[in-house]
């Protein structure tokens, strides 16, 4: 089981190209089809995407903020050895982001935004049984991003987007773990119930867990599909 990667070049629109490659890039990355120490060249990566060297100049630029690729003088572009600390740092952080956020919105959300969130967390309810994994990492964006809007604190939103951009990737491939769409619904449910009823704590509690469980769900990911192929689970002998 890995994400999928792009092979043939990504038609998109000029204001959707980069977040495209950045996002193709980072999940070769996560799922180990681009492997630590590996030569990123801009000559290629512009024929294989079907674009000119400068999106994916800008592309680098991405990757390397999120930590995945770094630049050395005299060898280009690398991929990134990924630390697992660095990792659970980054989650540890975003949870205790989340947390706040939830608790804020559970405390400021209007009518309107509560019905919102209901409508958009019971219409998931498709994508759990009939969505892709890619179509429940679109929602999963969603969920979240209504709630920390509706906290209504824009320095505490700005530093958890700032962590989930850098997350993105990890996030994403968490949906490919068995029945992990499933238990993230039933987590999603747990925290939108307690923000209908009002209950602030209970909110921050079931977000920290669950972004909690999010790390630990990625950070398996992560060192089952960066193994080498021959030791990876189901790999044949």
Same mark, same amino acid.
Not at 102 to 108: G, P
Not at 150 to 174: G, I, K, Y
């Given at each position: 089981?890995?994400?999928?990667?792009?092979?043939?070049? @990504?038609?998109?629109?000029?204001?959707?190209?980069?977040?495209?490659?950045?996002?193709?890039?980072?999940?070769?990355?996560?799922? =180990? +089809?681009?492997?630590?120490?590996?030569?990123?060249?801009?000559?290629?990566?512009?024929?294989?995407?079907? @674009?000119?060297?400068?999106?994916?100049?800008?592309?680098?630029?991405?990757?390397?903020?999120?930590?995945?690729?770094?630049?050395?003088?005299?060898?280009?572009?690398?991929?990134?050895?990924?630390?697992?600390?660095?990792?659970?740092?980054?989650?540890?952080?975003?949870?205790?982001?989340?947390?706040?956020?939830?608790?804020?919105?559970?405390?400021?959300?209007? +009518?309107?935004?509560?019905?919102?969130?209901?409508?958009?967390?019971?219409?998931? @309810?498709?994508?759990?049984?009939?969505?892709?994994?890619?179509?429940?990492?679109?929602?999963?964006?969603?969920?979240?991003?209504?709630?920390?809007?509706?906290?209504?604190? +824009?320095?505490?939103?700005?530093?958890?987007?700032?962590?989930?951009?850098?997350?993105?990737?990890?996030?994403?491939?968490?949906?490919?773990?068995?029945?992990?769409?499933?238990?993230?619904?039933?987590?999603?449910?747990?925290?939108?119930?307690?923000?209908?009823?009002?209950?602030?704590?209970?909110?921050?509690?079931?977000?920290?867990?669950?972004?909690?469980?999010?790390?630990?769900? +990625?950070?398996?990911?992560?060192?089952?599909?960066?193994?080498?192929?021959?030791?990876?689970? =189901?790999?044949?002998?």
């Amino acid at each position: 089981m890995t994400l999928p990667s792009l092979q043939q070049p @990504v038609r998109a629109s000029k204001g959707t190209i980069v977040d495209t490659i950045v996002q193709t890039l980072a999940d070769d990355i996560v799922s =180990g +089809s681009l492997m630590p120490g590996t030569k990123l060249d801009a000559q290629a990566m512009a024929e294989r995407f079907g @674009v000119s060297r400068t999106p994916i100049r800008e592309t680098f630029g991405h990757l390397a903020a999120m930590g995945l690729v770094t630049h050395r003088p005299n060898r280009g572009v690398i991929v990134a050895t990924l630390s697992p600390n660095a990792l659970n740092d980054l989650y540890e952080a975003m949870a205790e982001l989340e947390a706040a956020l939830a608790r804020l919105a559970t405390l400021r959300m209007n +009518s309107q935004q509560r019905d919102a969130l209901l409508q958009l967390h019971q219409d998931s @309810v498709n994508l759990v049984r009939d969505g892709s994994a890619d179509d429940y990492a679109r929602y999963n964006h969603d969920f979240h991003a209504l709630i920390f809007k509706s906290a209504q604190s +824009s320095q505490l939103q700005q530093l958890a987007e700032a962590t989930r951009t850098r997350l993105a990737p990890f996030r994403r491939a968490q949906f490919r773990m068995t029945n992990r769409v499933s238990k993230s619904w039933e987590e999603h449910d747990a925290i939108v119930r307690a923000i209908l009823t009002g209950d602030a704590d209970g909110v921050a509690r079931l977000m920290r867990l669950h972004v909690q469980t999010v790390s630990a769900m +990625s950070a398996e990911f992560v060192a089952e599909h960066r193994l080498p192929s021959g030791q990876r689970r =189901g790999a044949k002998p």
